[in-house]
């Protein structure tokens, strides 16, 4: 089945870097991946998803790169602010239709002012 | 319609127990899933529906755990005899899915967390 691994857990950066969080995946049938945020004590929610047939996709701060041949994907953050901080899960597709997701363990991202 | 809701949002119960969850979906969502999560992981998926039809089950999941969506609308989690091991955040989240779209963005409820003692 599909293995979505996530690096690092952990990540510190000061106020107005960047962030880069990369996930890997195993099956090479996914061909959706989204991208959640979760603040602490609150719900998941989306913040950027990539199809297979795209190799990068940018909202303002945010982008996600997609390498299909390699089997990974990366959440970069630039110009990050004290509410950036939160844990951020990745996620595959799985099923023929994409019907349902793994996701990663979480990277908890602090941004020190 | 504010979203997806989950009741309640804390169970507190004594092993052996039994306990169910409700979620009620956004309304025009055909997709609803169940998914569990423990300090420091992400959602492990339990279970999903598309309409009110049970298309996958973990097999990760014990036999104790049983959901249903009755109608297509609201679900409920059950879990019988209940283990300490049990204790997590019980997490629902539904969509809207085309098929062709390639894409499936789940909402996802604020979770019901659950504490076996």
């Known amino acids: 089945g599909e293995n979505v691994e996530q690096h690092p857990s952990t990540l510190s950066v000061q106020e107005g870097d960047s962030a880069v969080i990369k996930c890997t995946y195993s099956?090479?049938?996914?061909?959706?991946f989204p991208w959640y945020k979760q603040e602490l004590g609150k719900r998941p929610q989306l913040i950027i998803d990539?199809?297979?047939?795209?190799g990068e996709k940018k909202d303002q701060r945010i982008a996600v790169t997609l390498n299909k041949t390699a089997k990974h994907f990366s959440l970069h953050i630039t110009e990050t602010q004290p509410e950036d901080s939160a844990v951020y899960f990745c996620a595959a597709s799985i099923g023929n239709y994409g019907q349902n997701f793994v996701f990663g363990p979480g990277t908890r991202l602090s941004v020190l002012p | 319609d504010t979203g997806v809701s989950q009741n309640p949002r804390h169970k507190i119960t004594k092993r052996g127990q039994n306990v169910t969850f409700r979620c009620d979906p956004i309304s025009e969502h055909n997709r609803l899933y169940w998914y569990r999560q423990t300090l420091g992981q992400g959602p492990e998926f339990l279970t999903y529906?598309?309409?009110?039809?049970?298309?996958?089950k973990s097999r990760l999941l014990s036999d104790r755990f049983s959901a249903e969506r009755p109608k297509g609308s609201f679900s409920t989690l059950e879990i019988q005899r209940t283990e300490q091991g049990d204790s997590a955040m019980y997490l629902c989240?539904?969509?809207?899915?085309?098929?062709?779209?390639?894409?499936?963005?789940?909402?996802f409820g604020a979770g019901s967390r659950l504490t076996v003692l």
């Open positions: 099956d090479s049938a996914s061909n959706y």
């Open positions: 529906f598309q309409n009110e039809a049970q298309l996958e």
């Open positions: 989240a539904s969509s809207l899915i085309a098929l062709g779209s390639g894409a499936n963005v789940l909402t």
């Open positions: 990539i199809r297979s047939n795209v």
